[in-house]
DNA sequence: AATTCCAGAGAACAGTTGTTAACTGCATGG
DNA sequence: CCATGCAGTTAACAACTGTTCTCTGGAATT
């Protein structure tokens, strides 16, 4: 039986999420190593110091930020390999997974693209930590595919690799394209259906 | 006839320089949205006040400093794609053109990675245009070669965008290495290679 | 019912920031 | 040679930053 959390910390975690939420926010239009502790006190309506209750610094808060806006992302990898009748259908859904997913999650999913390459160094390791991960699951479920016959363990790592960083250009891309006129994200669908048509023609003849 | 400039508009250039160098100096390790102007002039030895005689604000710093990274990259492209004996020399030394420009001007790199995505748009925008520019030139290259025989504009521009952001992955991947083990590095030309090898046996098959 | 605990408030701190205005000294063009 | 232009200086501004210490109200524990 999972015992109900008290009032108290209810109310904590309560505080601690909108603290995330509001510092997601404001990271729309700034980077992660620009946003102020007050800033983000501010926006919840909180005392500065009750950050610390929470978080030991903007780091800190940027690292929980990773693990929600990747936990979010973790199913998707999972449906976007799933099989389907051929190829061709296959990558059609899975661009269309990333289109709603970015719609979705639009600030979870710039937030990662940002911080990436970004000023924080532990937000640097921890995105980068995830992403290995997500390689290595999509590796494994990649192994299970019959075209995978005769792939060294190597191979197949570089190919994860490929559709991960492939996934998330792609997501930047819609990101780019989200208000702006639709015609502007049926060119994003056409490029990455096409690329990721050119790296399964790739792989299909990898071994010859 | 070049008229030598003078005295004056030699020493006006020096500082302005200077305040480029410091900055990029400074955001090795934050984001441009993070720098500030007083930070820089200090960095430099000036007055704050002197930042404005030279640009209007720092994101109009960051999109000179735009064009010096992405002029310096801009003779890469080329001879990245020049012709070589077969595919597999010519992959080798593209990987190695990478490291070395990496290498050579690691903080540039950095910048351009770090921005591309980062928290300034004026700044984010003159590096999606640099970038759209290359794949353009890089069309033009590929549309030369006897393999673009029957390929669409459509379908070129598509693989110049492909070899474009996998220069910059395989740059930011270098970039993460530059200060470990050698093997590391060793590590990045492997998968790097395999994934252009990859990409060259997709184009290769493409019209199949 | 009495006690402990702790999320959040409040106030104060020394530094920092961008931007303004008025200035100075010196290379430049007439 | 003198007048102008302009790169860089100085001083001051209001607003902001992260962090400290002390305090408080009410839930949790005994």
Redo the contacts with the bound molecule.
């Keep these: 039986m999972s015992h109900t959390l ?4 209810a ?2 975690l ?3 999420q909108a603290l995330l939420d509001a510092a997601l926010a404001l990271l729309e239009e700034q980077s992660l190593s620009s ?5 983000v ?2 926006a919840v ?10 978080f030991r ?2 780091a800190d808060l940027g690292v929980a930020l990773v693990e929600e806006a990747l936990g979010s992302l973790h199913p998707m990898i999972r449906t976007t390999v799933s099989p389907a009748a051929d190829s061709e259908e296959r990558i059609a859904r899975a661009v269309d997974l990333i289109a709603g997913h970015v719609h979705e999650h639009a600030a979870h999913v710039r937030f990662i693209a940002r911080e990436r390459h970004g000023g924080v160094q532990p937000v640097r390791e921890a995105i980068r930590e995830q992403l290995a991960r997500f390689a290595r699951e999509l590796k494994e479920e990649l192994a299970k595919d019959e075209q995978a016959a005769g792939w060294s363990e190597e191979d197949l790592l570089m190919l994860a690799h490929l559709y991960v960083d492939q996934m998330l250009i792609t997501a930047s891309l819609f990101l780019e394209a989200l208000d702006g006129a639709a015609s502007a994200r049926e060119q994003v669908i056409r490029l990455a259906r096409r690329q990721l048509r050119l790296i399964s023609i790739g792989r299909r003849h990898w071994l010859d």
């Design positions: 008290g009032v108290r910390q109310q904590k309560r505080t601690r946003l102020g502790l007050r800033e006190t501010r309506g909180v005392a500065p110091t009750a950050f610390y209750r929470h610094s903007i």
